[in-house]
């Protein structure tokens, strides 16, 4: 029940993590299309969703990227 709990569990974080990627990614097409030009990586908020997981999950930002890819990668 545990091992299975644990699974249902990281499942809904990756999820979660998904979905943080596609509003990210959402918001910067938006500001593209406002600002009429591509954002600098600095200015685009996708490029911080590593850096927001890493705190979330209070991990490092190594496992926050190994995990998102992970996630983005099953979300297809």
Known sequence: DCEQAAQMLMARQAQAMAEM????????????????????SSERRAEFVADEIAVTLTCTKAVAT???GIARAAAG
Not at 21 to 40: F, I, M, N, V
């Open 21 to 40: 990627a596609r509003r990210a990614e959402h918001a910067d097409r938006l500001d593209e299309q406002q600002l009429g030009r591509p954002l600098w």
């Open 66 to 68: 190994r995990r998102y």
